[in-house]
């Protein structure tokens, strides 16, 4: 069984850094494309970074640039996204999401094939 399991997130003040992980068990991570969302209050899911797990390439969207690191360890199948200096404006529910093969950039939510169940995170002013 394909599982996605997001985890920490939290509260935390502008300015300040959080590491979220992405456990990823039933396929290989060396396979598949990840993707990190962010679903903001009264918005629409949207792509915030990829990783291709084959060969480590990584994309971001322009609003994380210099501020978000994505990487992984296939070695224990998990994804991270590094997230410094964050603002109120990334609060929101953070997700990951995987599709199989590699990926020359963000893709669309309709694109991938498995999500996790979102973790939250809050940037107070």
């Known amino acids: 069984e394909v599982q996605l399991v997001e985890s920490g997130g939290g509260l935390v003040q502008t300015g300040g850094s959080l590491r979220l992980s992405c456990a990823a068990s039933?396929?290989?991570?060396?396979?598949?494309?990840i993707g990190w969302f962010r679903r903001a209050p009264g918005k629409e899911r949207e792509g915030i970074s990829l990783i291709n797990g084959s060969d480590g390439t990584t994309y971001y969207q322009d609003s994380v640039k210099g501020r978000f690191t994505v990487s992984s360890d296939n070695a224990k199948n998990t994804v991270y996204l590094q997230m410094n200096s964050l603002k109120p404006e990334d609060t929101g529910v953070y997700f990951c999401a995987a599709v199989r093969g590699v990926v020359a950039g963000l893709l669309g939510r309709n694109e991938y094939d498995y999500w996790g169940q979102g973790t939250q995170v809050t940037v107070s002013s």
């Open positions: 039933g396929f290989v991570l060396d396979d598949y494309a």
